[in-house]
């Protein structure tokens, strides 16, 4: 705030820091002439000393080549020397300027191109004429040298993210130095970003991989919970036997709605109970075989009969 106090006083001072030098013997003579002249042709000589300034303009008097003390005319009308005073009209409406495209060097070493908009007013019409020759020029260049140190210090993920603030930034560096020169910047907005080539395929190529990561953990999650529910199923259908055959039965409905040109041939639950106990499951038409029971080996401590 102090800084910003400081800086609004500095532009103070310098709006009303512009003044001209007083007018010699000789030129003090040509005004008197020139007002004598149009005194006595009063009549005519009013109508080519006097002109009209619009509501958003400004007039600049020079006279001899000296810039007349005091602020601008206007509005209204005006009066002026027509053979020793030339006037310079300033439109003091917000102007418009567009920053082509630049290149920008990032802080993390990233080559980018950058244009932006910049709107501006003319805030004191004599130190504006008094200091700049080219306007538009000058705030062009300032503001893309301006951008590049900015964004010197920032990531290509805060150029993308904070505009906003990047622009707001950028304001109050360009009106901190045109207020020096009577312009007054309103606003700044960073128009565009211009990627290279390359950048933009490492870019996408990284998203991609970010984006199969998230695939393979959602589809992680999704078994894990698949099989956590196939568990808890399972551990209801073994404590319910019923509930198996009712299972069955719904698998094989929806086997002749879903399939209906498929011949289904259920089989007797009981049957299938059956078959799949241990004592009686088959490979194809042969039996399993049973698993041999261990021959336990002669004890030697144990002693014959005596009977033997």
């Given at each position: 705030m102090i800084g910003q106090r400081l800086l609004q006083l500095g532009c103070s001072?310098?709006?009303?820091?512009?003044?001209?030098?007083?007018?010699?013997?000789?030129?003090w003579l040509l005004v008197l002439t020139s007002l004598l002249f149009i005194i006595v042709t009063f009549p005519v000589s009013i109508w080519f000393c006097i002109k009209v300034v619009r509501e958003?303009?400004?007039?600049?008097?020079f006279r001899l080549g000296h810039l007349l003390p005091g602020r601008a005319k206007g509005p209204g009308l005006f009066f002026f020397f027509p053979c020793l005073d030339?006037?310079?009209?300033?439109?003091?409406?917000?102007?418009?300027?567009?920053?082509?495209?630049?290149?920008?060097?990032?802080?993390?070493?990233?080559?980018?191109e950058i244009d932006a908009i910049c709107y501006y007013r003319m805030e004191n019409a004599s130190l504006l004429l008094s200091s700049l020759a080219h306007v538009s020029k000058a705030i062009q260049f300032l503001m893309q040298t301006t951008m590049k140190r900015l964004l010197a210090h920032r990531s290509l993920t805060e150029i993308l993210l904070e505009r906003k603030s990047i622009a707001q930034d950028l304001?109050?560096?360009?009106?901190?130095v045109t207020c020096i020169w009577?312009?007054?910047?309103?606003?700044t907005e960073i128009?565009?970003?211009?990627?290279?080539?390359?950048?933009?395929?490492?870019?996408?190529?990284?998203?991609?991989?970010?984006?199969?990561?998230?695939?393979?953990?959602?589809a992680a999650e999704g078994e894990?919970?698949?099989?956590?529910?196939?568990?808890?199923?399972?551990?209801?259908?073994?404590?319910?036997?019923?509930a198996v055959q009712l299972r069955y039965l719904h698998t094989l409905q929806s086997l002749s709605t879903d399939r209906p040109s498929?011949?289904?041939?259920?089989?007797?639950?009981?049957?299938?109970?059956?078959?799949?106990?241990?004592?009686?499951?088959?490979?194809?038409?042969?039996?399993?075989?049973?698993?041999?029971?261990?021959?336990?080996?002669?004890?030697?401590?144990?002693?014959?009969?005596p009977m033997l």
């Open positions: 001072s310098t709006d009303h820091g512009t003044k001209s030098s007083g007018l010699g013997a000789c030129e958003y303009e400004r007039v600049i008097i030339t006037y310079h009209k300033v439109d003091l409406r917000l102007q418009t300027l567009e920053i082509p495209f630049h290149e920008v060097v990032t802080k993390d070493m990233f080559i980018m304001k109050v560096a360009l009106d901190s009577g312009i007054k910047v309103e606003r128009k565009d970003v211009r990627l290279p080539a390359g950048l933009q395929h490492s870019l996408a190529v990284e998203a991609e991989a970010q984006r199969q990561a998230k695939v393979r953990v959602i894990k919970a698949a099989s956590e529910a196939l568990r808890r199923a399972a551990e209801i259908l073994a404590a319910t036997p019923a498929t011949v289904v041939l259920p089989l007797p639950f009981d049957l299938l109970n059956f078959l799949s106990s241990p004592g009686n499951r088959t490979q194809g038409s042969l039996p399993f075989p049973s698993p041999a029971k261990p021959v336990e080996p002669p004890n030697p401590k144990t002693k014959d009969s």
